[in-house]
């Protein structure tokens, strides 16, 4: 479900085509909405939070450029040259993040 509503999200959009930084994004800022009650394990336990919490503070984009500077794209090159700013608030709300402690 969470795939073909950002698929359809993505054909919405208009101005040709979308980078695969921006992609991540969407789908970074969709998981910020999911339910933490939807199951168990260590990826829904330890890191679902983290990324309800990073979109929560808009900071998805952020993350998805940061993730995919070794990709060579220009876009992503520029999207990071023009925004030094949220790159260093991202690197700082991450750096202060309390991860849960995994149960065990």
Same mark, same amino acid.
Not at 19 to 22: E, G, L, Y
Not at 49 to 55: C, D, I, M
Not at 59 to 62: D, I
Not at 97 to 104: C, F, I, N
């Given at each position: 479900?969470l =795939?073909?509503e950002t698929?359809a999200? @993505?054909?919405? !959009? !208009?101005?040709?085509p979308w980078? +695969? $930084?921006?992609k991540?994004a969407?789908?970074?800022?969709l @998981?910020?909405g *999911? !339910? #933490?009650?939807g199951g168990a394990?260590f990826?829904?336990e330890y890191?679902l939070?983290?990324? !309800? $919490? *990073? $979109?929560a #503070?808009k900071?998805?984009?952020?993350f ?5 500077? +070794?990709?060579? +794209?220009?876009d992503?090159? #520029?999207? *990071?040259? %023009? %925004?030094?700013g949220? @790159? #260093?608030k *991202? ?5 202060t ?6 149960? =065990?």
């Open positions: 479900m =795939l073909a698929t999200r @993505i054909q919405q !959009k !208009k101005g040709g980078s +695969s $930084a921006k991540l969407m789908v970074l800022g @998981i910020g *999911l !339910k #933490e009650d394990g990826a829904v890191y939070p983290y990324f !309800k $919490a *990073l $979109a #503070e900071l998805a984009e952020a998805a450029y940061v993730a995919m500077q +070794s990709s060579g +794209s220009p992503v090159k #520029e999207w *990071l040259t %023009n %925004n030094q949220q @790159i #260093e *991202l690197l700082a709300w991450s750096k993040y309390a991860w849960p402690s995994p149960k =065990l």
